[in-house]
């Protein structure tokens, strides 16, 4: 087994102690109990703004792809972005971890130049995980100035949270101004990720992917414009999609509530582990206990939240097969 793996798995095995810790002695025939007062209609409601945040991501990843002059099928992309999410959430951090694959699939099975994968896609995670910061950063400063949330010190995360956000478009700007300077500096860190055996010959092409990116900077500066629009919006969905959970639950959550509970819930993702399982459920539990909610409600809302995970994974799942299918 290779340190590598070694790691994953002891994640693995962290994450389902947590949440076997977190729940074993919580009212679970009351969760089973929530979940079937749910009607048809909810389930199609709630089903279709999955949906809607899935084809908005694929969205602005297809508009970045055409902006550098590639041609990509629309459901096509969208199974190399559900392949990717499954591997991301079974590797540490339900963030990152299926990109390399998705770069390999881009590249092997629709013919874009690999420069032009590798960029379309570091610039869709970099507006993904820009616009996520950003939402997390309004979120704790809501909850700074509230004064029923001075029971945690929300200086110190405004304060991570605002510092992880300036620096992500400095380093985007220095990308673009000093593209070589900052890849010498970026190499040790992205060694591994580099030797991936698929994308060995990623520095080949790095010259084009620099002209590529100042291209885009210069003359297709309107479509980075849509493509965060596209994910500001996209977060508004997800938003919803957590607002229509608690409506489901019957928790009457004011603003305040909710922007605790949604905040939690997106700190917890950010934690090393796959899939978020354990630090969610810890989040919510600690969240939704704060504000003086029942238990029950949490473990409905858990409840959801992981039906939904599960539903990804099988399409993921089936996504990666239709894939590998392909390659045969």
Same mark, same amino acid.
Request: a positive charge.
């Given at each position: ?12 095995? *962290?994450?389902? =102690? ?13 969760? +089973?109990? %929530? ?30 792809? #055409? ?43 629709? /013919? ?31 909850? +700074? ?31 673009? #101004? #000093? ?7 970026? /190499? ?5 990720? +580099? *030797?991936?055996? /698929?994308?060995?010959?990623?520095? *080949? ?18 479509? +980075?414009?849509?493509?965060? %629009? ?9 938003? =919803? ?33 796959? %899939?978020?399982? %354990? ?39 089936? *996504?990666?097969? =239709?894939? /590998?299918?392909?390659?045969?």
């Amino acid at each position: 087994m290779t340190r590598a793996n070694a790691v994953t798995l002891l994640l693995w095995l *962290s994450a389902i =102690a947590l949440a076997t810790w977190i729940l074993k002695d919580l009212p679970l025939a009351a969760m +089973l109990q %929530g979940l079937m007062q749910l009607n048809t209609g909810q389930w199609i409601f709630w089903l279709t703004l999955n949906v809607l945040v899935m084809a908005l991501s694929t969205l602005r990843w297809h508009a970045l792809i #055409r902006a550098l002059n590639g041609t990509v099928n629309f459901f096509a992309l969208t199974l190399i972005r559900l392949a990717g999410q499954t591997i991301s959430f079974v590797t540490p951090g339900p963030q990152f971890g299926g990109e390399p694959m998705q770069i390999y699939w881009l590249y092997k099975r629709q /013919r874009l130049p690999l420069h032009k994968a590798v960029l379309s896609l570091g610039l869709d995670r970099f507006l993904e995980l820009w616009v996520n910061f950003a939402v997390l950063l309004l979120g704790a400063m809501l909850l +700074l100035l509230s004064p029923r949330m001075a029971f945690a010190d929300w200086n110190q995360i405004v304060l991570v949270l605002f510092l992880l956000l300036l620096s992500i478009p400095i380093l985007f700007i220095g990308m673009f #101004r #000093r593209p070589r300077w900052l890849t010498r500096r970026l /190499r040790p860190l992205l060694a591994r990720w +580099l *030797s991936h055996p /698929r994308l060995a010959a990623l520095n *080949s092409h790095r010259d084009a992917l620099e002209e590529d990116l100042r291209e885009l900077l210069r003359a297709r500066k309107l479509v +980075l414009v849509q493509a965060l %629009g596209i994910s500001i919006f996209n977060w508004i969905v997800i938003l =919803a999609e957590l607002w229509l959970l608690l409506l489901f639950t019957q928790v009457p959550v004011d603003l305040q509530d909710f922007t605790l509970i949604a905040v939690a819930i997106r700190l917890a993702m950010l934690l090393p582990l796959p %899939g978020g399982i %354990g630090t969610i459920e810890a989040a919510l539990l600690w969240s939704m206990q704060m504000l003086g909610y029942d238990v029950s409600d949490a473990l409905v809302l858990i409840a959801l939240m992981r039906l939904r995970d599960a539903a990804i994974l099988l399409a993921g799942a089936a *996504s990666l097969v =239709a894939l /590998r299918a392909k390659s045969n």
